[in-house]
């Protein structure tokens, strides 16, 4: 059972910046491609950013336009999402998820991941 934790989130004002992790073992975290997601109640969950399990592709949902720095560093297992320049519809429960996935490839589908984080509420405020 693949587990991923996540942390980080909260309260920001517009034009401000959060940063979030999610961690798992090292063992899993190698063999998984990573990828953030957000979802709004009432809404379908919304792919953000993914990133490869070598690290070396990433991709963004069109609405980051280059706000959001989606990053692994592999000796602490942990994919971070480095989001600035926040606006109030960035409001949302982000969950990071694994997929097991090729070097190289990023998974941009709900259907894609296999294991899901806990979530994390992020609030901008206007």
């Not at 979030?20 to 009432?42: E, I, M, N, Y």
């Not at 399990?53 to 990053?71: D, H, L, M, N, P």
């Not at 000796?75 to 606006?87: F, N, R, S």
Request: hydrophobic share 35%; charged share 15%; with cysteine.
């Amino acid at each position: 059972q693949v587990q991923l934790a996540q942390s980080g989130g909260g309260l920001v004002q517009a034009g401000g910046s959060l940063n979030l992790s999610c961690s798992a073992s090292k063992d899993t975290f190698s063999q998984h491609g990573v990828g953030w997601f957000r979802q709004v109640p009432g809404q379908e969950r919304e792919f953000v950013a993914g990133i490869s399990r070598g690290g070396t592709k990433t991709t963004y949902g069109e609405f980051v336009a280059g706000r959001f720095t989606v990053s692994r560093e592999y000796a602490k297992a942990t994919v971070y999402l480095q989001m600035g320049a926040l606006k109030p519809e960035d409001t949302a429960v982000y969950y990071c998820a694994a997929a097991p996935l090729l070097p190289g490839k990023v998974a941009v589908t709900l259907e894609e991941y296999q294991y899901w984080g806990q979530g994390t509420q992020v609030t901008v405020s206007s």
